[in-house]
């Protein structure tokens, strides 16, 4: 536990920051995961449900809840199903 005042603030400024970043990482696996069934079901809103995911995906590296590197893997695993999935269909 914190002792002094200073970490006592910084403290509770994480549990606050921790709130939005949670929210962030949720957002983010919703979007994937619905952009990911979309493939899935060849459905025609396809390209905007994977732009929401390129969105959510790009806001959690600029906000440093993922690092940019995963960003950009999740993007291109996401175009390469979307990919597969045309090529089959």
């Known amino acids: 536990m914190a002792i002094t005042a200073n970490a006592k603030k910084a403290h509770r400024a994480s549990l606050k920051k921790r709130v939005f970043n949670v929210r962030r990482k949720r957002v983010l696996t919703t979007a994937t995961k619905e952009a990911k069934k979309q493939i899935a079901l060849n459905a025609a809103d396809t390209a905007t ?32 199903a979307l990919k597969r999935a045309t090529a089959t269909a």
């Open 49 to 80: 449900s994977l732009s929401q995911a390129y969105k959510a995906i790009d806001k959690a590296a600029k906000r440093g809840i993922i690092k940019k590197n995963t960003a950009s893997r999740k993007k291109s695993r996401l175009a390469l």
